[in-house]
DNA sequence: CTGCCATTTTACCGGC
DNA sequence: GCCGGTAAAATGGCAG
């Protein structure tokens, strides 16, 4: 009854939002550790721009392989063509 | 070299992509029109964070508005939040 | 072999580099306690969105929150929208 | 002096709104046009999700051989090294 | 109806 | 300090 309103507590709402509060005041925590890390490296010389299109590319490096190679196999399985020897025949 | 396995016909394959790909670039066109709209009305001086707003309580139907907005209210209430200018306790 | 040009060291770089990418990672899963959070508090009834708006107006400066919110208003009022309910017309 | 709020002209802000609202419902069109051209293809036997990788393969795939060589470029540049035998010697 | 993916919006960062 | 572009967050739409 107290705290509560329209049928909603207000204890366990304020229990959620304040959970994600710190949640998302930790990720800020990270952010700044990551600013001061390039901080750190752009005072030994390294260019910040170019390390954060490292980073970039590094993330999505290891997908580019795989992905030319699915467009081939995407290409041949809307063309309706086995993408492999090893097909399922029938179920 | 035939352009067609399985029955399945690449050119028709083709298109079909080939259509649907020239009407993704309109959208982009237009997309970028509208960023030009936004752009002019701020070189004007309007706030174009509330012309979104404006805009989409624009495509709304009043009646969820309302609701949207009584439910905030509701949750601040739970809160404790201040939610009109007559709630604040006797000084 | 010798991970060294110009007097620039590959292994600085790697390192910096590799804190960053550590750093990152630990903020995606913060990202995703946040999601797991909202989840939660979805399946107990509440509303992510208005949750959503709740945790903006709690972050904001209440003052830029009733400068912003008026200045909704002076564009619905431009406009001719409804902002209140007292300003429809006589029946 | 009419149709002016707190300064802001409604007038100038209608235009803007409207024109931005034009080129939504334009998209809008488009966007039920490329379903349509989906649901053309799914009749004639084609797979909706499948042409959806494609397309979205097709979208990004010019990019990828340019993001590979840049990788490397971009770690020789991070290291000072030149990344090709005509650079600039001295300015 | 729920989760997933695309789009859209917001916030951030570096350069001028 | 503004402005542009770039990455993150949030919203909405679609398939299963």
Do not use: C, H, W
């Amino acid at each position: 009854m107290m705290n509560e309103f329209a049928g909603i507590s207000g204890d366990r709402l304020r229990s959620f939002v304040e959970r994600i509060e710190k949640l998302e005041s930790e990720k800020i925590t990270l952010t700044e550790d990551i600013k001061e890390v390039f901080s750190e490296a752009k005072g030994t010389g390294f260019d910040v721009k170019i390390m954060r299109e490292i980073i970039k590319l590094r993330k999505m490096d290891p997908n580019d392989a795989a992905e030319q190679a699915e467009l081939i196999n995407v290409y041949k399985r809307a063309l309706g063509m086995q993408t492999d020897m090893f097909s399922q025949a029938a179920e």
